[in-house]
């Protein structure tokens, strides 16, 4: 294979530059919710005290499995010797930290109190799973910026295949996590089930991966490349 | 002028340091000893005591709902009001104040009996709100009430999904009048504490007890469940009872009979 070579994303800057306005003009109308939301309380959103958590939890939890899957891509790379996905490996872990950052966003913001974050990060009581998943996440995050280096630095490149086996590994910890969260809700019948944990790791393979090749779609589109059939094929 | 040195002021100068360093370094120490022999709430609870509760359906009478006015007026629920700009849609707002204490009225579709009993937090043994509780602000005393910590609850709600009985509301919205007894604010969770303010106190009975004898119905008994010679405990020797939930294992402070 070829040595590979890292570039700007080859379309016009108007173009760049554009999406970027969109992009911060949605995250401006997200930061108005929430100003809203956290000045008033969550009366606004009409979740109450039977409808416990709503709309903010669908979206966090979903781009937090999605997060752990968007890394398949890197994984199949490095940790399965799949060298023709090395190329796509870098956007991977990008997107995975991306769609992370995301769901603890959405998370973060939907706390009564998010002013008390630093709480969260002092008092631990490790029979709760959400005091282990604030380390798994964080965790993830940490490794996965790693694993990034270890890709795009050609002096690190042996330790890519050690850095992505512990991602791998992390990430199958992480979606365990993130189903036990629902699985050990004795209380609600419709949770209280060992199946959330492998459920949750199946999830984050589809949606992960949809979101990866959406995104790569549309990168290579507007930059006018072919993706080529036998990869989507094999994915 | 005097030749005489002004002590006063040398003396104060003297201290001064001292009571510098105490201030900065132990204020709760010293409020905390010089407060030991003024009350015993001072000391911690010890799990000698056992508070719980037997509710007798029987005597619980349709269509009174004393017990939750009580416990309503008891913790300033009663003066917990609609946010501004809300509309008023009163269900809305039904679903979204906090209740600590629900009347449920239950219907066997078999026989036609209708069943009235109060619904609140059943203070567990094993609470599951303070297993998920990621920050420990949900906690069980020695002495069996288990209570929020306002200080260390984030508001992430986990101990409201985890809760069997639904007994938990978070405060969804601005707290104008915040009462001495039982002051919240906005995006916290809270519940009933059997009245712990009373316990601590030194009273032995809870706002719904009270309401409901005074209604003539007895149909609350509230006391130490160790203690074999209280009324509770005696009661619940007498009458077949049971907890609700109890295929969970929590072993629930409040006990039920006539369900």
Redesign the interface.
Known sequence: MKKMHFREWGIESPRYWGLLAILAGIMSIAGIAWYYMEHNGHWVTGMNNHVVWGTPHVFAVFLIVAASGALNVASIASVFGKKDYKPLAPLSGLLAITLLVAGLLVLVLDLGRPDRLIVAMTHYNFKSIFAWNIYLYTGFLAIVVIYLWTMMERKMNRFTKAAGTFAFVWRLALTTGTGSIFGFIVARQGYDAAIYAPMFIVMSFAFGLAIYLLVLMFAFDWDKRELGEKLFLRL | MSDKTNLARRNFLSKLPAAAATAAIAPGAVLHSKDASSAPRSEPVTSKVRWGMLVDANKCADGCSACVEACNKENGLDIHTN?A??DVDST?WD??K??WMRSVKLKDLQSGKITNLPMMCQHCEHP?C????????SFRRADGVVLVDRH???????C?????Y?A???????VDIKPTLAPRG????ESCTFCVHRLDNGQTTTACQDACAKEGHHAIIFGDLNDPESQVAKALEKYPNQQIRDD?KLNPGVHYTGI
């Open positions: 946010p700009g809300a809305k679903q979204q906090p209740v599951p303070q297993d998920v509780c990621p920050t420990g602000a260390t609850c984030i508001g992430c709600r986990y409201m999904m985890a809760c069997p639904k938990r509301s978070f405060i969804h919205e601005n906005k995006g916290c969770v969970l």
